[in-house]
């Protein structure tokens, strides 16, 4: 058969489909991509694309300070972390200086879902429990322990006993909502009613794993106290708490390197991924000493590529880039002004009936009516089509899919955040009447 290189999309497509099957892809028309910089993409017939979704790419596509690192130490070794080798130790001592004095291990793995798979390995043989408590509709991983963690992907009929649920901190559409005063507490008692639950049923409670911002709720952020009650609701079930950094982690919520950091709290356990590498598969667990050596001692732990040469280098070089360049001040800056301007913007549009989120990780919730709030996910799906043919790709998201989703690499500047916002601007204003209404 001839180069699928040398395909037009549509057949690329077809092949694609007769060798992987009809998996998921992104947009009604798939993207064939096939060049990236900064913030820009290019797809094969030439047109840019501003990438105001990739939060993976948190240095920006093909950050050459990256691919320098990458392909030397590429050239030099890679194998795996049973050698001593400077890169990993040095790794590893950078990111434990920017956690809290007591999450002094890491442990490196290749993805999110293997780091949250190992912390609940930890939290269990620590606390002898095994119930993990999550948030309505999160994401956190693929393996077969987190899958059951991630019911907004995985359509799992029964769900494990041992998986407690308990409702997002969401004002705008939730159980509690501004009319109370005392929503954050409100909602933390659900983690207390949850591992009572768990009890009660035989598993106990091991964890509360929870995202610092909710992801997969749209970039909801909680009101301030619920995390600290949260955590303490946990702690005192005599679980641990695994703070879950896949998405908010790395500088993205441009007050603070950790998402957990901005309230206040101290988890047990934290899991990064995602950004580490920019687009390499590299991530980690960061744990209490004693954590660790319980792990190590009762089962062992090794992973051929986590923290190999070749990794450890990459996110390394990711962090040179961070700090050198001051993303996350970068985030504090472009994603301070995108807010502004977005509850602007709800001024001129009846459609936008909420924002959240902070730092460069937004949510633009549309609605069918402010009153009732309907979810309109029909006409955040044509925003997101429509603004991808003008060359801004965003996604929609939320339990709902009714949430514009904005999470771009954080070299993302002013200009690139106000071309983000006319085109955002643009595509409300044209969507069709008759999707306006109509609720998911
Ligand atoms: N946790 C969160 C919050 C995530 O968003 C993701 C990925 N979407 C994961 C864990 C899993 O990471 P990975 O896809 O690298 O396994």
Avoid at 61 to 84: E, F, G, I, K, M
Avoid at 257 to 279: H, L, R, S, Y
Avoid at 370 to 396: D, I, N, Y
Wanted: hydrophobic share 40%; glycine share 10%.
């Amino acid at each position: 058969p001839a180069s699928p290189a040398a395909l037009s999309t549509p057949a690329l497509l077809e092949r694609r489909q007769a060798v992987l099957g009809k998996t998921y892809m992104f947009y009604n028309e798939p993207l064939e991509l096939v060049r990236g910089r900064g913030c820009m993409l290019y797809d094969a017939a030439g047109k840019e694309y501003l990438d105001c979704y990739n939060n993976v790419a948190n240095v920006g596509h093909c950050h050459p300070y990256v691919l320098d690192a990458l392909t030397r130490q590429a050239a030099t070794l890679n194998t795996n972390s049973r050698y001593l080798h400077p890169e990993i130790v040095r790794l590893g001592e950078r990111l434990s200086a920017t956690l809290p004095a007591h999450l002094d291990t890491l442990v490196f793995v290749c993805t999110g879902s293997e780091a949250n798979d190992l912390a609940v390995r930890m939290a269990r043989l620590i606390s002898g429990s095994e119930g993990v408590v999550i948030t309505e509709n999160s994401y956190h991983g693929n393996t077969t322990t987190v899958a059951p963690l991630s019911l907004i992907d995985y359509d799992i009929k029964d769900k494990p006993g041992w998986v407690a649920t308990v409702p997002p901190p969401n004002l705008y559409r939730g159980l509690y909502g501004q009319d109370v005063n005392d929503a954050g507490r409100r909602y933390a008692e659900h983690v207390t009613q949850a591992a009572q639950k768990l009890v009660a049923d035989g598993p106990g409670m091991a964890a509360l794993m929870i995202d610092s911002i909710f992801d997969a709720n749209g970039a909801l952020v909680p009101p301030p106290d619920y995390m600290p009650l949260a955590y303490e609701a946990a702690k005192k079930a005599g679980a641990l708490v695994i703070a879950d950094e896949v998405q908010m982690g790395f500088g993205r919520s441009g007050t603070h390197m950790w998402g957990f950091e901005a309230f206040g709290v101290q988890p047990d356990i934290v899991t990064m991924g995602k950004p580490m590498g920019n687009g390499h598969p590299v991530a980690a667990v960061a744990t209490r000493r004693d954590i660790a050596e319980v792990l190590q001692k009762q089962t062992g732990y090794f992973n051929t590529f986590g923290g190999n040469t070749v990794s450890a280098a990459v996110a390394n070089a990711c962090l040179d880039v961070l700090i050198g360049e001051d993303l996350q001040g970068n985030a504090a800056r472009s994603g301070t002004w995108l807010m502004k301007e977005l509850n602007g913007l709800m001024q001129r549009h009846e459609i936008i009936g909420h924002i959240q989120g902070r730092g460069l990780f937004l949510g633009v919730e549309l609605v069918t009516d402010r009153t009732t709030r309907g979810p309109a996910k029909f006409a955040a799906r044509w925003v997101r089509e429509r603004m991808k043919m003008l060359g801004v790709l965003v996604s929609s998201t939320g339990p709902h899919g009714n949430i514009i989703k904005i999470r771009p690499p954080l070299v993302f500047s002013l200009a690139d955040a106000a071309r983000c916002l006319e085109t955002l601007d643009r595509a409300l204003s044209e969507v069709p009447a008759d999707l306006r209404t109509v609720a998911a």
